[in-house]
C-alpha cells in the first residue's frame, strides 16, 4: 500500500489529541444513550402493566414516538461527531504528494 502514498518529505505528523479520545469513547457513549433512551417506553409500559386504570394506549405510543424520535437523534448527534473526530484525525496525519497532470494549456491559459 506504501506504493500508493509517498508522504511530502519534511512534513510534520501532529501529535494525537482530543479526537483520539472522542473515537475511542462515542461506541460506549452510543450505547450507554440508546439504553438510557429505551428505559421510558419500558416504564411506561410496567405502569400500564400494573396499573389497569391507566388510559395507556396512546401515552404508550407518544413515549414510543418520542423516545424512538430522540434515539434517531442521539445516533445522528454521535455519528455527526464520531465523523468529524475522524477528519480531524485524518488532518493530522502526513501530507501526500499529489500526482501532477500536465495541463495543456500551461503557457498560454486560455482565458
Not at 7 to 20: A, K, Y
Not at 24 to 48: D, F, N, S, W
Request: hydrophobic letters at 50%; glycine letters at 8%; proline letters at 9%.
Amino acid at each position: 500500500m506504501s506504493r500508493f502514498f509517498k508522504t511530502l518529505p519534511g512534513s510534520l505528523r501532529t501529535p494525537p489529541g482530543r479526537e483520539r479520545q472522542i473515537l475511542r469513547r462515542l461506541p460506549r457513549i452510543c450505547a450507554v444513550g440508546t439504553a438510557l433512551l429505551a428505559l421510558p417506553p419500558l416504564a411506561v409500559r410496567g405502569a400500564a402493566m400494573f396499573n389497569p386504570l391507566l388510559e395507556a394506549g396512546s401515552l404508550i405510543t407518544s413515549v414510543d414516538i418520542y423516545s424512538i424520535s430522540l434515539v434517531v437523534l442521539h445516533w445522528t448527534v454521535v455519528f455527526t461527531v464520531g465523523l468529524s473526530a475522524f477528519i480531524v484525525m485524518v488532518m493530522k496525519g502526513p501530507a501526500y504528494v499529489a500526482d501532477a497532470y500536465p495541463l495543456s494549456d500551461a503557457d498560454k491559459p486560455a482565458g
